[in-house]
Nanobody, 123 residues
């Protein structure tokens, strides 16, 4: 059974950096697509970055040039490097992975979500 564990959130001053990690457990065969979302209090969840393996990443306009999405297949981990953080980046961040993995006696492709990690940027 595949599970995702997120880490790396915390409290940082404006202008600082954080790197979020999302690590998959289980017998992982392929990371097909990575998405990072965030949800601020009272707001809808929004997509901030996405990357299909083998293709260039896409970023929301308001994080472009500051956030970098990447993955390490050997570590079964994806990352979101966040630089030049602003107070408006404060939110709970979620990873969403499209994975191909061993499930029971077979192989299946499914979407999996991390538990979320809080990022707070103080002014």
């Amino acid at each position: 059974q595949v599970q995702l564990v997120e880490s790396g959130g915390g409290l940082v001053q404006a202008g600082g950096s954080l790197r979020l990690s999302c690590t998959a457990s289980g017998i992982l065969l392929h990371i097909n697509k990575v998405k990072w979302y965030r949800q601020a209090p009272g707001k809808q969840r929004e997509l901030v970055a996405e990357m299909t393996t083998g293709s260039s990443p896409n970023y929301a306009e308001h994080v472009k040039g500051r956030f970098i999405i990447s993955q390490d297949n050997a570590k079964k981990t994806v990352y979101l490097q966040m630089n030049s953080l602003k107070p408006e980046d404060t939110a709970v961040y979620y990873c969403d992975l499209d994975l191909t993995a061993a499930q029971g006696m077979g192989i299946s492709r499914n979407e999996h979500w991390g538990q979320g990690t809080q990022v707070t940027v103080s002014s």
